[in-house]
């Protein structure tokens, strides 16, 4: 084996701008953004035209689990455990009534599921329902 540092497979920097010359590139690296700079206005575009940016409207890509109750589809919901294979249905007029219209699908599968669990270990990790996010 031989005991040689990880640099040496690494060019020089002096090599380095050797070979930025050759293929016309610039050498030196351009100045990244100090923290007090302004963001390009690329950055804030970018943000704007990304998923989630248009006031909580569900597009037609947006996950399921992450709309708000009252923009879920169907009338019945249902939930089903990944670890001991149960199912959970609830209306969808009754699960607004005690979650809320505001209330993250996501988090209402957790509560129907922690609710009728049968699986308790006393144990934080392995306590619970494991929701299936299909």
Known sequence: MIDRPASWRMPT???????ARRVGRESLPV???APGDDLPDEYWQALLEAAGADGGQ?????????LRLSQVPGHVLRV????????VEIQKADAL????????????RQRL???TCTHRTGRYE???CW???D
């Open 13 to 19: 920097r002096k090599q380095m701008e050797h070979m």
């Open 31 to 33: 100045r990244g953004l």
């Open 58 to 66: 569900a597009g037609p890509g947006t996950s399921e689990r992450l």
């Open 80 to 87: 089903d455990c990944r670890r001991c294979g149960r199912i």
């Open 97 to 108: 009534r005690l979650y809320g219209a505001e209330a993250v699908w996501r988090g209402v």
């Open 113 to 115: 599921l922690d609710d």
């Open 126 to 128: 392995e306590d619970g």
């Open 131 to 133: 929701p299936s996010f």
